[in-house]
Every structure is written in structure tokens, then in C-alpha cells.
């Protein structure tokens, strides 16, 4: 990595030496540079989440997306939603939280 990379670690508790480390690399949006991050497995969505905020020096309401699924319990763990070493998480973030008919499918009324 080069030293302009941008790398965060976390501790939550702390880590035993046998907890697995994560490489993550965030992709927010539509910019054009991932965040890379290393932290542990044990990390909570809601965390990760903070870190990418702080990260981007923005506010607002961020969801993450790994493996064509949405992280959406804030206290699961990455290891729990099956993020591995090396992932893309894929990062949408809006100024407010969206509303429940913006994320019903479209045809779910017919």
C-alpha cells in the first residue's frame, strides 16, 4: 500500500491473537477510489458504518451491500454475515434514511 492509502483499524474489545483481521475495501457510491480497511471479524455492521462515515467526513444514512445482500442488522458481525478477507462492500450513502415504500419493489402493489 502506499503511504496516501487510507487505512483504518479498529479494536471493539480486545483482539485475541487468534481473531481473524479482515482487508476490507469499501466502495461508496459513485467515487472513483475504494476505502480500504482492516479490522476485526468481530466488528458490528454499525461500526463498520461509523468507520466509513468517519472516513468520508460526511453525515447521512449509509447501507452496505456485500455479496448482492444488504447488511441491515446494525448488530450483526461481519463474521456472522459472511464478509471475508479481500471483500468489496458496496456503499449507498443518502442524506436521510429512506422511507419503507421507497424500498418496496416497484410491482409489490399490482
Same mark, same amino acid.
Given at each position: 500500500?502506499? $503511504?496516501? %492509502?487510507?487505512?483504518?483499524?479498529?479494536?471493539?474489545?480486545?483482539?485475541?491473537?487468534? $481473531? &481473524?483481521?479482515?482487508?476490507?475495501? +469499501?466502495?461508496?457510491?459513485?467515487?472513483?477510489?475504494?476505502?480500504?480497511?482492516?479490522?476485526?471479524?468481530? %466488528?458490528?455492521?454499525?461500526?463498520?458504518?461509523?468507520?466509513?462515515?468517519? &472516513?468520508?467526513? &460526511? $453525515?447521512?444514512?449509509?447501507?452496505?451491500?456485500?455479496?448482492?445482500?444488504?447488511?441491515?442488522?446494525?448488530?450483526?458481525?461481519?463474521?456472522?454475515?459472511?464478509?471475508?478477507?479481500?471483500?468489496?462492500?458496496?456503499?449507498?450513502?443518502? $442524506?436521510?434514511?429512506? %422511507?419503507?415504500?421507497?424500498?418496496?419493489?416497484?410491482? +409489490?402493489? &399490482?
Amino acid at each position: 500500500m502506499s $503511504e496516501q %492509502t487510507s487505512l483504518l483499524q479498529i479494536r471493539v474489545d480486545p483482539v485475541s491473537a487468534d $481473531e &481473524e483481521m479482515l482487508s476490507l475495501r +469499501a466502495k461508496v457510491n459513485c467515487r472513483v477510489k475504494d476505502i480500504p480497511f482492516r479490522l476485526p471479524s468481530s %466488528t458490528t455492521v454499525r461500526q463498520f458504518k461509523v468507520l466509513i462515515l468517519a &472516513e468520508l467526513k &460526511e $453525515e447521512g444514512w449509509l447501507r452496505l451491500i456485500h455479496s448482492g445482500k444488504m447488511l441491515s442488522n446494525d448488530d450483526d458481525t461481519l463474521a456472522s454475515c459472511k464478509v471475508t478477507d479481500g471483500a468489496f462492500v458496496h456503499c449507498v450513502l443518502t $442524506e436521510c434514511r429512506p %422511507t419503507a415504500a421507497a424500498m418496496a419493489p416497484a410491482d +409489490a402493489g &399490482e
